[in-house]
Nanobody
Framework: QVQLVESGGGLVQPGGSLRLSCAAS????????MGWYRQAPGKQRELVAV???????NYADSVKDRFTISRDNAKNTVYLQMNSLKPEETAIYYC???????????????WGQGTQVTVSS
C-alpha cells in the first residue's frame, strides 16, 4: 500500500507565502507524475500544478509566476511553494502521485488527505 502525507498548510495573510510538502511512502517501485489540486468551498477541485519524473512542470494560469512545484525523487516528496497568496486561494490542497508498486503493475494514482490553506487578514 502507498500513503501520501501532506504538511505545511495553515493561515497566512494576503500576499504571504506557504510551502506545502507531500511525502509518499509504502511499497513504491517508481513514481511518475506528482501534483497538486485544490478545492475551495462550493467549488470543483482544480488542478494547480504538476511535475513529471524528469522535472517538467505545468501550472494553472492563475498561479503561474507565483507558485513553484518541485520534487525530491530520493525522498519521494513533492513540494509546492506558494507566494503572493490571495484570499480566493483559500482551499484544501491535495497532492497526488502516480505510483507503480512493482515492475508488473500499472501506475495508479494515490491521494493525500488534504491540507487546509487559509488566506485571510
Amino acid at each position: 500500500q502507498v500513503q501520501l502525507v501532506e504538511s505545511g498548510g495553515g493561515l497566512v495573510q494576503p500576499g504571504g507565502s506557504l510551502r506545502l510538502s507531500c511525502a509518499a511512502s509504502g511499497t513504491i517501485y517508481s513514481i511518475n507524475t506528482m501534483g497538486w489540486y485544490r478545492q475551495a468551498p462550493g467549488k470543483q477541485r482544480e488542478l494547480v500544478a504538476v511535475i513529471s519524473s524528469s522535472g517538467s512542470t505545468n501550472y494553472a494560469d492563475s498561479v503561474k509566476d507565483r507558485f513553484t512545484i518541485s520534487r525530491d525523487n530520493a525522498k519521494n516528496t513533492v513540494y509546492l511553494q506558494m507566494n503572493s497568496l490571495k484570499p480566493e486561494e483559500t482551499a484544501i490542497y491535495y497532492c497526488y502521485a502516480d505510483v507503480r508498486t512493482s515492475t508488473t503493475m500499472f501506475f495508479r494514482r494515490y491521494w493525500g488527505q488534504g491540507t487546509q490553506v487559509t488566506v485571510s487578514s
